[in-house]
């Protein structure tokens, strides 16, 4: 673990999943996440990276994996599963972006984001609401983020 790329970035265990199918990521977040989750960015700054550690999305085909010296992600799935809609172990931002990216990057994903993009996530997560981030053409980087009533 010691060459993993998480281990630079401030990360918090959370009670969220998420997939991500065609260059978007869709982000399910419980409401009992929300305290944990703004006092771990009350002690960040606005532009500072962070990861959430994820549980496996029950809506995903697929998961990801990663051993430590592997070049590139890999994923596994159910027998008869298309893998389209995959989910992995974490979901990392890193703000201060020229454009909005999603990149496979070991066991999970990582959202290189406008600063705008980032501040609009960042409300999200304080305030407990959905957001739908979204710049761009039809076939550009999308993120959803829903917390269930």
């Known amino acids: 673990m010691n060459k993993s790329i998480l281990l630079s970035i401030p990360r918090i ?9 065609d260059n978007k990521v869709y982000l399910y977040l419980l409401p009992s996440a929300r305290e944990d989750l703004r006092k771990f960015l009350d002690k960040k700054g ?63 994903y990582s959202l290189f984001l406008t600063n705008n993009a980032w501040q609009k996530i960042r409300e999200s997560f304080l305030s407990g609401t959905d957001a739908l981030i979204h710049e761009g053409k039809e076939d550009s980087v999308s993120i959803s983020i829903e917390w269930p009533k």
């Open 13 to 21: 265990p959370i009670q969220a999943s998420y997939y991500e199918q």
């Open 46 to 108: 606005p532009t500072d990276p962070v990861a959430l550690d994820t549980l496996v999305d029950r809506r995903a085909d697929s998961c990801l994996v990663w051993v430590p010296g592997s070049d590139k992600p890999m994923a596994i799935s159910p027998p008869g599963s298309k893998g389209l809609r995959k989910s992995g172990a974490f979901l990392a931002f890193v703000p201060e972006q020229p454009a909005n990216e999603i990149r496979m990057i070991e066991d999970g």
